[in-house]
């Protein structure tokens, strides 16, 4: 047998080893013999004995042979008596989420012309593309409350009905990771599966996404990571990645690109020196325009049944509410729908009021005069009870670590909640039975559990327990922020509460004293509690002075991750040990600022409007790459020398500024970064991929590779790829660790280091 024959049976072997394993009943084996091109395999599965031959084809592939009948691979893997497929997209059909849907628009992160299409189209287009040789993530981000979740299920109803019809191969497996208390991936995948009964475990799940007949989408991965930590939930989807071995595809979506971001950078920790390749693709879900809201409101009055007078009533008092303050609300799906609730229920909207304000407190005097009643028809409680009963519910589910409850849970919180009120024993029982059942709560998927309906809501109401944050003790200040990924609404309304009192007599410098205090730990999530922090000093810092200067403040061991510094002006400001990572600075000024160990990752400057002028900020050590924003163009860049010059221009250097950078010639230094840009968006990247091909043409590419190879910057591979043999080069390190090293003082791994000084010694 020849060495190629060999390598065939081998793959051969191991793919359905691999793949059918998952399908075994526990505490049996499954028993594979070779026998030429042939494989005969025996295992159980519920129950069930299965004797079946696999065949390898190089025409059809790799063919099963079962009972006399002979099915292609995939068919049989999807079929009815392993993975039924069939009876899952019925039971997805069954428990998708009733009502009109009306079509919201996105765009790719990266279309610079700003074309938008309607999401769940754009979302199947990018699904149907091919992707060879690499897994395809598509991570999809939008506002809270921009109906990124609706999108995702109409998606999910759309395919199941599509397969049941025999019009697509591939069902979209929806697995809502908000509201429920999962550490790790594995865990929502699950908990999902058994919500819907599959007829398989979420052991299966990688085989059916590798063949391509499922496509998981995980909804709110920013909130699996608030319940768990960074490292959980990061870990768990980069290993669930990695386990597909380069194939299929998922979506992600989360509120924030951050969280994009911070997953690229993490899962490459963990994923780096393995056979992983896959390949991120950016979507953001846009809120509404005047059209979506009236394309709602006519549908909401069809389903209503209103009459014309009622429908025309409808449509103008949306358009009065959602202006001056409440404008940008009115692009946001879930306020749209909560106020045509309000509005045709008879609840008047106070014109130019919060409208968060306005929808809680319509919604808690219905709850209050319409169902808590005695049987006198009296209020059972007063409105600022009924707020603060449900504050103590989410207040509770933060500190558990949770966001959702069983129904047994909710009645105890209510229980103890109400101690205190000037209420009868009777009174107390009647609230804590229907504590699972007032506004703003909602049964769970979970059996019998409890949440809150949207995260906006139980962030609304967190934040009644985090505007008293700085009148604990640093203990208890460092435990609150210690317990999740602060939702960024908890921060800002807790800088425009009344209880801060912030135009009187509010404490800016012990409040951020406070905040640093609380980063100074040394516990494992130091820093969730440094971000947390970090984002409750940035909602308050930019309350301070209603826009004027932020002057002579110090703010010391923060992390401010992924925030809008909009038009902040420091003045005077003191900054010692604090992360600035994917901030942006487009707008922003720091005026005779110092600093001591200092960290800006990739901020977003606009060198025509960007100030940087902080002393003690060290080119060096405290800028790790930059993306600079002209007009709505952002480019991400690592060329030590473009960089140089837009920090010039920004005022962090002066023209004389002597920077200590290795002498490499400038043609290995734009080549370089034009495969860092390559090496953004995929891990490994192919020479023969025609959106780099400009790189590996290049008559400096072989010099530069030889260097990148011998000092395990990247490693180079060579596999099979769409019946041709082709070249793999996986990187080990992020890019802007590889393009730190140009800096002679730069802190950086010695395989870098001596990268660049072979690079030094090229003509």
């Not at 019809?165 to 908000?178: C, K, R, W």
């Not at 909560?338 to 808690?364: K, P």
């Not at 808590?372 to 589910?397: C, F, H, R, V, Y």
Request: with cysteine.
């Amino acid at each position: 047998m020849s060495s190629d024959s060999k390598t065939w049976s081998e793959l051969f072997l191991n793919r359905v080893r691999r793949d059918i394993t998952p399908f075994v009943d526990p505490g049996t084996k499954l028993e594979i013999a070779e026998a030429g091109r042939s494989l005969s395999a025996t295992w159980e599965r519920n129950g069930k004995r299965f004797d079946v031959t696999f065949i390898r084809s190089s025409h059809l592939g790799i063919q099963v042979s079962q009972y006399g009948r002979t099915v292609a691979y995939r068919s049989f893997l999807v079929g009815p008596d392993m993975a039924d497929l069939s009876a899952l997209a019925k039971s997805i059909e069954r428990t998708t989420p009733q009502g009109f849907y009306i079509e919201t628009q996105a765009q790719l992160d990266e279309n610079q012309s700003k074309e938008s299409k309607p999401a769940v189209s754009l979302l199947q287009e990018i699904l149907h593309s091919d992707v060879v040789d690499h897994t395809h993530l598509i991570f999809v981000t939008g506002d809270a409350g921009a109906g990124k979740t609706r999108t995702l299920q109409e998606l999910v109803a759309v395919q199941a009905t599509a397969y049941l019809s025999g019009e697509t191969p591939s069902v979209y497996l929806y697995i809502n990771a908000q509201g429920r208390a999962l550490a790790r991936f594995n865990e929502a995948l699950a908990t999902e599966l058994q919500d819907l009964r599959a007829p398989f475990t979420y052991h299966v799940v990688s085989t059916l996404v590798r063949i391509g007949a499922v496509v998981p989408i995980i909804d709110g991965f920013d909130e699996l990571i608030g319940v768990s930590g960074y490292d959980d939930a990061f870990n768990s989807l980069a290993a669930f990645i990695e386990d597909l071995s380069g194939e299929g595809k998922l979506i992600a979506s989360a509120r924030s690109s951050y969280y994009e971001e911070e997953f690229i950078e993490r899962s490459h920790r963990t994923v780096s020196e393995s056979n992983n390749s896959w390949r991120q693709t950016a979507v953001r879900v846009l809120q509404w325009g005047a059209d979506e809201r009236q394309k709602f409101a006519e549908s909401y009055a069809d389903e209503r049944r209103l009459t014309p007078d009622q429908r025309n009533s409808l449509t103008a008092r949306l358009d009065s509410t959602f202006q001056g303050r409440n404008e940008a609300l009115g692009r946001k799906p879930l306020f749209v729908a909560r106020t045509a609730e309000l509005l045709v229920g008879g609840f008047d909207v106070s014109d130019d009021q919060d409208l968060l304000d306005e929808l809680v407190r319509g919604y808690l005097e219905r709850e209050q005069h319409e169902k808590l009643l005695d049987k006198n028809g009296k209020p059972l409680l007063t409105a600022s009870q009924l707020k603060k009963l449900i504050a103590s519910l989410a207040e509770e589910m933060w500190n558990q670590e949770t966001r959702e409850f069983d129904r047994r849970s909710v009645r105890d919180v209510a229980e103890y909640a109400l101690l205190d009120e000037d209420i009868t024993e009777s009174t107390q029982q009647i609230l804590v039975e229907r504590m699972p059942t007032l506004a703003f709560l909602t049964a769970s998927e979970g059996e019998g559990s409890v949440a809150f309906e949207h995260e906006t809501f139980f962030s609304y109401f967190l934040a009644w327990t985090f505007a008293g944050i700085f009148e604990r003790t640093t203990m208890e200040t460092r435990m609150l922020l210690s317990r999740s990924a602060l939702p960024s609404e908890v921060a800002e309304r807790v800088a425009n509460s009344k209880r801060l009192n912030i135009n009187n007599s509010f404490d800016f410098n012990l409040a951020l004293t406070k905040l640093s205090d609380a980063g100074k730990t040394a516990v494992s999530r130091a820093s969730l509690v440094q971000e947390n922090a970090g984002l409750l000093a940035f909602a308050i810092l930019l309350s301070d002075g209603n826009g004027d200067p932020i002057r002579a403040r110090r703010i010391e061991r923060l992390i401010f991750a992924g925030l809008n510094f909009s038009k902040a002006i420091f003045q005077d400001c003191e900054f010692r040990d604090v992360q600035f990572k994917r901030c942006d600075f487009s707008a922003t000024r720091f005026e005779s600022c110092t600093g001591e160990n200092l960290l800006f990752q990739e901020p977003i400057i606009d060198p025509h409007v960007t100030r940087i002028d902080i002393d003690g900020l060290r080119v060096a050590t405290g800028i790790s790459g930059i993306r600079i924003r002209v007009g709505e163009k952002l480019t991400v860049e690592y060329d030590p020398h473009r960089i140089v010059e837009a920090l010039t221009q920004v005022g962090l250097l002066s023209e004389e500024s002597v920077i200590k950078q290795r002498a490499v010639a400038p043609k290995y230094l734009e080549l370089l970064e034009r495969l860092m840009r390559g090496y953004r968006r995929a891990n490994p990247i192919c020479s023969d991929d025609d959106h780099l091909k400009g790189i590996f043409q290049s008559p400096e590419w072989v010099a530069v590779e030889s260097a990148l190879v011998r000092h395990r910057i990247v490693t180079d591979e060579r596999r099979q790829a769409s019946g041709t043999a082709k070249i793999f080069y996986r990187r080990q390190y992020l890019p802007d660790q590889i393009m730190a090293g140009v800096y002679i003082d730069a802190r950086v791994d010695r395989n870098i280091q001596a990268f660049w000084q072979e690079l030094e010694r090229l003509p």
